[in-house]
């Protein structure tokens, strides 16, 4: 390691030992408001984590200012709703080995780790995180690693947890680079809030390590334009220049981003530092979370008021995790407004309405290929 690379590798040590994790340390930055006292008061269950980066972004002065939503707990946490669910995307239920979701056929999970820079209030995995902070030893890595290699349909893992850049350098290495040696692994993706959260863990060592083992892509959690600091900015340019593409993934979050020109601010913020949007979730049923929940109409607004008033590719997909394992569905305004014979019939973006014909086979006369106009 040079004195550049030591340099930046001590940043997100100091991160993480610094982070805020208790009422009397948040105090001294913020005053709280009577519902985050409540809900961070003696014998809480509700386990808070944020990195002074994090910190530094949020708005002491405001109560609801939209990263302190996600970083500091409030009493509504406290309250659970009838349609709450402890693992609402039904990960248990598809877990083959421990660590290891199956559900799709040519694809698995791989959470290697609990542990996060801050714990997100909104956490789909809130059943996992924010408990005794452990990862996959490697005895379970390894019978993970077992179980890809011999079933021969699974071509992409995504390493997720917690967060896996969370491990060491040496960790992340070991386990990209075992499933590298997998013949039937095509890609890798890494399911990261790092780059937002605590951006300094990028640092040009990591790179380096990541861009042994390409093609080797990066989903990175991002709610709203004011977690895209210079920090951030640079570790996604760290990281695209060493030819990892990088996904967004955003949860429709009441109250956080739930309106057009936030999300559209915050697509076309994304696509400057080259991240390409790829999901907006529907928030999960997480225990814990109905007030962050907002409802289908509003994110179908949204991705109304996104497709055609901004570049094609920043508009990513809208999709609905569908409660106790059904996966990803995908939901999106109507366009198509009906099928009749040989004619669809679509509207645009501006509503407009249009006719589009198909199956219309050209019949062939004796002399060959009819015209358009005889086919008419
Ligand atoms: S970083 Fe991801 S896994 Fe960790 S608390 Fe936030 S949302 Fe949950």
């Given at each position: 390691?040079n ?36 809900a ?23 109560s ?13 946490e ?19 080995v ?18 996060c ?42 390493i ?27 890609i890798?993706?890494?399911g990261?809030?790092?780059?937002v ?10 790179v380096?390590i ?24 640079i ?6 220049d060493a ?103 679509i ?26 106009k005889?086919?008419?």
């Amino acid at each position: 390691m040079n004195n550049e690379e030591r340099v930046a590798d001590i940043d997100w040590h100091q991160q993480i030992k610094h982070r805020i994790t208790t009422i009397e340390e948040l105090s001294k930055f913020i005053n709280l408001t009577e519902s985050e006292s409540k809900a961070l008061g003696t014998n809480s269950r509700l386990r808070m984590s944020i990195t002074p980066h994090f910190l530094s972004l949020i708005d002491k002065n405001d109560s609801n200012c939209p990263l302190r939503k996600q970083a500091i707990p409030t009493s509504q946490e406290l309250n659970f709703s009838e349609d709450d669910l402890s693992d609402p995307c039904g990960e248990e239920i598809d877990m083959v080995v421990q660590g290891l979701v199956h559900r799709y056929p040519d694809r698995v999970l791989l959470l290697v780790t609990n542990l996060c820079a801050m714990y997100c209030r909104h956490c789909t995995r809130r059943r996992l995180i924010g408990q005794k902070e452990t990862s996959l030893t490697q005895e379970q890595l390894d019978i993970a690693y077992n179980y890809i290699r011999k079933n021969k349909k699974i071509r992409d893992v995504l390493i997720s947890g917690g967060d896996p850049l969370m491990l060491s350098d040496e960790k992340i290495e070991s386990i990209i680079k075992s499933l590298r040696a997998i013949e039937h692994i095509e890609i890798i993706r890494i399911g990261t809030r790092t780059p937002v959260t605590m951006p300094t863990r990028v640092t040009p060592k990591l790179v380096s390590i990541l861009k042994k083992y390409h093609p080797l892509y990066m989903s990175i959690h991002f709610n709203h334009p004011k977690e895209i600091s210079q920090e951030t900015k640079i570790a996604c340019e760290m990281l695209a220049d060493a030819g990892i593409p990088l996904g967004s993934q955003t949860v429709l979050l009441k109250g956080i981003n739930d309106t057009p020109k936030i999300m559209t601010n915050l697509m076309h913020e994304l696509i400057k530092i080259r991240v390409k949007p790829y999901y907006i979730y529907q928030c999960d049923l997480a225990s814990g979370t109905s007030h962050f929940r907002t409802t289908v109409a509003i994110g179908l607004k949204i991705m109304e008021l996104l497709r055609g008033h901004t570049t094609g590719f920043a508009v990513p997909t809208y999709v609905i995790d569908a409660p106790g394992g059904g996966g990803k569905v995908p939901v999106a305004p109507e366009y198509v407004i009906s099928r009749s014979r040989g004619n669809v019939i679509i509207r645009n973006w501006k509503k407009e309405i249009y006719v589009y014909p198909e199956n219309k086979q050209p019949r062939v006369s004796r002399e060959g290929i009819l015209t358009e106009k005889e086919v008419r």
